[in-house]
């Protein structure tokens, strides 16, 4: 199955996509990577759409991605003794530890994490920001904050921190009995977690999983923000939330910080994915809006590896439509005339090492001979991503031994991944090379490709060898 695009495709699984037929229809679609939501899927529920997705795998003959995202702290006020309340901007209302129902003036907050984290002057969400307090008193046992915007609060409104770090780590008690579940199934290439705030949270993870996932950090908080650097160093990729970013900073700002973000990714060579509310209109309309076609068609032009679909393929009435109107946005972005001139202009400077060297020398020959494409051998994956980060004009497919490592390259931009053993020696490497790229239609005979690999033969991160060959 051969894409005519390079930024791949996420779609979330739910209701509206749980059974394998809709699955291998998205798949069909243009998704590359499917995406368990763990805030709403049952340990049996994760491991049946495993077993669907690698059905379809099999069938299609296509390493498909599996990312599983971690629900992460969920903060949430308790409960009114009338289910809410109308509150008046100015008036004073108070979070607490007390058990007793809310009412008017007063709520309690299960979190003494946040009792003991806001300091006075920090803002406080409720309800995605519909209601915004600023915190006066605080005590550790209690806020004293003011209404600032907003009128109405109701039982189990979650609660949201842009000025406040929580010392506690990024996982709860539930995403480590979750992430125990999909380390065990060994079926699963990613896990996203959610509302990282510091690269200690990606450390502590990626110690559990020890390489057997990739680690997504999705960026959600202000404080991530000011420590992305460190916190792109630790992560195998990252997630541009846009939903809980555009609660806890200010609208205007999030077009920005995608840009910011994807940059960052692209100079570090790490996969980045735009995700939240791309085609949000189709989860109940059969078309988009113009202004949701302009945003998938921003992410693209700015060369995010990866665009994802939420709601609109896990619960929404067009699943396979969303999915397809993504592809269609993608593919003409990248066929239109303006594409190539952006993403060569935001090109990353290559780092002082071989396999960044013989990247850059396989796009420069590659564009400058007008080869069909570029075929990378690679194990770990390593020489794949730094590929990618060259967004080369020409195809490039990556050939890996590994199974895992070919199912997580399905993230990565512009990679057409192949499952191929290890050549026994040079002329052999050449051409099996050949003969994928023929079997994969990306070329044909008379036609010449370019073939990266590391000498000798089956070196992990040993890439060192660059040769052209001609198709007979």
Not at 27 to 51: E, K, T, Y
Not at 274 to 287: C, H, K, N, W, Y
Not at 449 to 466: D, K
Request: charged share 25%; proline share 5%.
């Amino acid at each position: 199955m051969k894409r005519h695009r390079n930024v791949k495709i996420l779609a979330t699984l739910g209701p509206s996509s749980s059974d394998e037929a809709m699955i291998e229809k998205l798949h069909v679609a243009g998704a590359d990577v499917f995406r368990i939501n763990m805030s709403h899927a049952s340990h049996d529920l994760m491991r049946s759409l495993i077993r669907r997705i690698r059905s379809v795998e099999a069938r299609s003959g296509r390493p498909i991605g599996i990312l599983a995202d971690l629900q992460g702290p969920k903060l949430r006020v308790g409960q009114f003794a009338e289910g809410k309340v109308e509150l008046k901007v100015g008036q004073t209302f108070t979070l607490d530890r007390n058990l007793a129902a809310g009412d008017a003036t007063r709520v309690f907050l299960p979190h003494p994490e946040i009792l003991e984290a806001v300091k006075p002057g920090h803002r406080l969400l409720i309800d995605d920001g519909k209601l915004t307090l600023r915190a006066e008193k605080c005590d550790g046992d209690s806020i004293v904050a003011t209404v600032i915007a907003g009128t109405r609060i109701s039982d189990r409104k979650g609660v949201s921190l842009p000025d406040s770090l929580l010392t506690v780590g990024v996982l709860t008690a539930k995403d480590r009995v979750d992430l125990d579940a999909v380390l065990a199934t060994n079926n699963v290439d990613w896990v996203a977690l959610s509302f990282v705030q510091r690269p200690e949270d990606v450390a502590e993870v990626s110690k559990i999983a020890k390489g057997r996932v990739g680690i997504m950090s999705k960026i959600e908080r202000p404080q991530a923000i000011e420590r992305i650097e460190e916190i792109i160093a630790l992560s195998d990729a990252l997630m541009v939330a846009r939903g809980d970013l555009g609660v806890e900073m200010p609208l205007e700002s999030v077009p920005g910080l995608q840009k910011q973000l994807i940059r960052a990714c692209r100079v570090a060579g790490k996969p980045v994915v735009v995700a939240t509310q791309m085609l949000e209109s189709m989860i109940t309309a059969p078309v988009p809006t113009r202004a949701e076609v302009s945003d998938v068609a921003t992410a693209v032009f700015e060369g995010a590896d990866a665009i994802m679909l939420s709601a609109e393929s896990a619960s929404g009435d067009y699943p396979v439509e969303a999915v397809a109107t993504m592809a269609s946005i993608a593919t003409e972005v990248e066929r239109g005339p303006y594409y190539p001139g952006i993403i060569y202009a935001q090109r990353a400077q290559p780092e002082a090492t071989s396999a960044d060297a013989v990247s850059l020398a396989a796009r420069q020959i590659a564009e400058t001979l007008k080869l069909s494409a570029i075929v990378w051998y690679t194990s770990s994956g390593a020489t794949g991503l730094r590929a990618s980060r060259e967004r080369p004009n020409v195809p490039i497919l990556a050939l890996s031994p590994i199974l895992t490592t070919a199912r997580r390259l399905a993230i990565v931009w512009g990679l057409h991944c192949v499952v191929a053993g290890d050549a026994i020696d040079l002329d052999g490497m050449v051409s099996k090379a050949c003969r994928i790229v023929c079997d994969e239609g990306f070329a044909g005979p008379g036609d010449r490709i370019i073939i990266s690999a590391g000498i000798p033969l089956g070196t992990p991160g040993a890439t060192n060898m660059l040769r052209i060959a001609h198709l007979q």
